[in-house]
């Protein structure tokens, strides 16, 4: 049990708002497919804005909420699926955007797809509890659209641009706030279920190789589905068991805005009641490594999540890897 | 202090050696030019090899020199400047091609392009203390070569590709060997200095107003020295306070093989004797973030780190963010 906590917390959603609708009609879909199959009446996608903008904007509003400036962080953790640039990290860049003072934090990003924000939670605890930083900015910033695969209908209409931002300090004396516990697994015979091949060295962008088809995600939707859902329940009976939580002591339970299935898997199957569990899908559709942070944001805003409730925070990400954190908020 | 040790090390190189001779032919540079300004007489470049292969060869190598086995660990960290995919991350898929088991292993990646090692080695040494993971492998691998730009006649000659891989695990009692701190600071006002644009979601490889030469490496080799030269000689004086080691008491340095200035810097200027300073600059070139594992291995290969001794590894790297961890090894 680590006594940290999310001081604050924020989020930048894009302008434009593209409706199932829209998107039925643009890719020749159906109409109401979208919203039956993924559970996704709308999401954002970005015109103007970057992974970088939207990140920074998220970022302000989570010091903001922390009563805290940029001046105090010490140390800045970019959680996103892809980097804002290859070189140098998107958290050093956000140091800039954030007009945070030269040399006051140190600047890394980590990265587990849809998971990142969730290990970067694990991580910025781990060096606050041991006294290294005391105040840790983590942004997740996601632009997926860019790598939409139009063939693919159910990913191509499943995700969804969004950043949120969390500011973890350390809990004082007397304050509930804790982080738990966390867990993570990955089950690598999974690793091409859900798979972006290209934007790393293996496809290089300027090897003439390289196709537009491996620069787009490609998603198994069912097999991962299958997989997680065989894999979830032992994982979280251990994880509620390492924790110390009975299910029915969690307030609330903010799964990773996988798709309907993935959200609803986590009510029917895994000993939920429904009334637990938040989702922002049907509004933000699966935001990658933001889903969860801004999901919380909103859960936070809305007066679903009060400081001092047991919140669980549980996903699956590309991998497969599967995560959960166990944290009184 | 934190009781962890580097229990195994291990490195893979490419076959092919590319003589600074043969680049001064194909790139039609002046004879002798490279090594007189680089430091560098020689490199390597992958032909059939990728980052993933090589990351797996210098991980097995690693893992055997520890004694152990892939199903042992129970985290794995990429720590490269880039990934092998987009998705998922290099981790899961180097537990994959390891044959480490389904569900045993947390995979994420850490990036901080030349740093990433040692971010990856710091948080590792976090995760071990506080008894999360026992067993850590860190593995950095590089493919620059596929981001070269033939314009920039320094950082095309500059960099090499390599691989090399670090387990971590608890220091037993009696052992010697610990981390005894790190630091680090990012001073994004150099952000633009050392930039590789492409490959992320700014200039998607899709996007076709994304150009070739956005997917290559860019750095202004002066201004970088320039800027780090003013500000390493306080962050070193911080990070030795801070550890409370006096620097004629350091049995090795190991810097990131950053060029000949950047290593020779370290001696020149900042209080270290030549004999202190380990360089295998001259026959690798710069391999990014396996620059610094890759020196490692090669020095305790060779003899030149024993058990029990103190080790300084201090880098530069893209943010612009310096870096330096102290360790008995």
Redesign the interface.
Known sequence: MLPVKIAGLGACLPQRIVTSAELEHTLDIPSGWIEQVTGVRERRYVTHE???SMGAAAAARALDDAGLRPADLDA?IGAS?????????????L??ELG?P????????????C??FL?AL??AA??I??G?YRRVLIVSSE?AQ??RNPRERESAVLFGDAAAAAVITRAEPGEPSALWGAR??????G?DL??????????????PA?T?EQ???HMDGPAIFKKATR?IAPFLDEFFTQVGWQRSATDVVIPHQASRHGVEQLTRRLGFAPEQVFSNLAVRGNCIAASIPLALAEAVAAGRVERGQRVALIGT?????L?AAALVF
Chains 1, 2 share one sequence.
Not at 81 to 93: E, F, K, V
Not at 317 to 321: E, F
């Open positions: 970057t992974a970088l800045i699926s892809a980097p804002h640039q290859t070189i140098p990290c998107t958290a050093a860049l140091q800039r945070a030269d040399g006051a934090s140190a600047c890394f990003d980590v990265n587990a797809t998971l990142s290990f694990h991580t781990q060096f509890h041991a290294v632009t860019h790598s993570f697994a990955t089950y690598s015979s690793a859900a798979r972006l091949p290209g934007g790393g060295s293996l496809h290089h962008p300027n090897d390289t537009r620069n787009m995600f894999l990400g590309a991998g497969l890897t995560g």
